[in-house]
């Protein structure tokens, strides 16, 4: 498949256990979040997304954490299972503007 | 419903050239976004149309330019390529407005040799 990131972070876990993805936006006026999940070879597919009026949200088996206060962002996978092997990218969406999109982690499930 | 279509899926194309990229989006959608990957530099925002207007443009030379039709379906131009553009093209599309839920298609592979 294609190579998204040569040189992307990379969480590794182990399969059942949870995952947790991190991001530091940059832009303090970024009222929408999204995390996106890319496999080899595909256009990136929607998660999970959160406005910058919450602190958290929960989706099937994933759950993303806002800190505004600190500019950072995560998502969490419970039960990670080796289909979410991929690499994960945050958005942020300032207010009438474009999607500015994270460098990417790379998750590895191990059996 | 049918996602985001993107053609073709890969192109090989001279330094150069041109090339054109063509994007049909959700049915409904009224927003189509496009960007550029390269594991160098991520993911990065070309151009988003609405209702056939630009609305936003990225910092990219005016050899990449877009345009949107009346159905929405939009296509994306790269004139005089050069093998930096060697990238994956990507399309978003999105309901109404920026800030609601982009959905990507596969993206079309371009090679300049």
């Known amino acids: 498949g294609e190579s998204v990131g040569l040189h992307l972070p990379t969480l590794s876990v182990q399969e059942g256990d949870n995952s947790i993805i991190n991001c530091a936006y940059s832009n303090s006026a970024s009222d929408y979040f999204i995390w996106y999940k890319q496999e080899s070879g595909k256009g990136p597919q929607f998660i999970i997304d959160?406005?910058?009026?919450?602190d958290k949200r929960q989706g099937q088996r994933v759950t993303v954490l806002l800190n505004k206060t600190v500019k950072h962002l995560s998502l969490q996978i419970a039960a990670t299972q080796p289909g979410d092997s991929a690499v994960y990218f945050c958005a942020e969406i300032p207010y009438g503007q474009n999607f500015v999109f994270g460098p990417g982690t790379r998750l590895s499930v191990l059996p | 419903k049918a996602g985001v279509t993107q053609t073709p899926r890969y192109l090989i194309k001279t330094r150069g050239q041109q090339v054109t990229l063509s994007c049909s989006p959700i049915s409904g959608h009224r927003s189509v976004s496009w960007y550029q990957q390269t594991p160098g530099q991520g993911l990065q925002f070309l151009f988003e149309?609405?209702?056939?207007?630009?609305?936003n443009k990225g910092n990219f030379p005016g050899r990449f330019s877009g345009r949107q039709f009346s159905n929405s379906r939009s296509e994306m131009n790269v004139s005089t390529l050069e093998l930096g553009d060697s990238a994956l093209y990507l399309c978003?599309?999105?309901?109404?407005?920026?800030?609601?839920?982009?959905?990507f298609g596969q993206g079309t592979r371009l090679t300049v040799v």
């Open positions: 959160i406005r910058s009026n919450m």
């Open positions: 978003a599309s999105s309901l109404e407005e920026v800030g609601t839920e982009a959905f």
């Open positions: 149309y609405f209702s056939e207007t630009q609305r």
